[in-house]
């Protein structure tokens, strides 16, 4: 079971961490992923971490601007969200996939938090 948390307003240019909670106790096999939708508009892919953390996958979008890390002694992943822009403006959401890493694929992601919402206002 995945819960995100995290998001609120934030003005353009501001920065925002989400963080995902793992109450699974194999938290440490699966890849992480985070996912998300704006209104009106379908769920997309944001940024993968590797099991163990070492490897990273960002969206073209958020390149250079997100980063995404884990802690898995805590069974926790993280979305540091910096220079934000209106357009990234969604409800995001943690997944997490027992058999991928680094997907952009929704489903090869069997596990989702219930989501948070980020509002970037111009």
């Known amino acids: 079971q995945l819960q995100a948390c995290g998001g609120g307003l934030v003005q353009a240019g501001g920065s925002l961490r989400l963080s995902c909670a793992s109450s699974?106790?194999?938290?440490?096999?699966?890849?992480m992923g985070w996912f998300r939708q704006a209104p009106g508009k379908k769920r997309e892919f944001v940024t993968a971490?590797?099991?163990?953390?070492?490897?990273?996958f960002y969206a073209d979008s958020v390149k250079g601007r997100f980063t995404v890390s884990r802690d898995n002694a805590k069974n926790m992943v993280y979305l540091q969200m910096n220079s934000l822009k209106p357009e990234d403006t969604a409800v995001y959401y943690c997944?997490?996939?027992?058999?991928?890493?680094?997907?952009?694929?929704?489903?090869?992601?069997?596990?989702w938090g219930q989501g948070t919402l980020v509002t970037v206002s111009s």
């Open positions: 997944a997490g996939s027992r058999f991928r890493v680094g997907t952009q694929l929704l489903d090869d992601y069997a596990y």
């Open positions: 971490i590797s099991w163990s953390g070492g490897a990273t």
């Open positions: 699974g106790r194999t938290f440490s096999s699966y890849g």
